[in-house]
């Protein structure tokens, strides 16, 4: 409920893809002086959050393909 956002909506949404789930984010959000915050702080932030995700999704449950004949 606090924080640097006036909005922020995380959807998540998944699909079946070549016999593995393509996980997806969608993201909307907004922040006061949204060019110059979103240039400087917002999008290495959110690159940085989202990279680390995939990473950890990556680890838990493989590359996209592998196992596979």
């Keep these: 409920l606090k924080g640097p956002y006036r909005q922020w ?13 393509l996980a997806r984010d969608r993201v909307q959000y907004a922040v006061p002086f949204d060019t110059l915050v979103h240039r400087l702080w917002v ?7 989202f990279a680390h995700r995939e990473r950890v999704l990556r680890e838990r449950f493989g590359q996209p393909g592998a196992g596979r004949n």
């Design 9 to 21: 909506i995380h959807e998540h949404s998944f699909e079946a893809k070549d016999g593995g789930t």
């Design 43 to 49: 999008k290495p932030d959110i690159e940085r959050i």
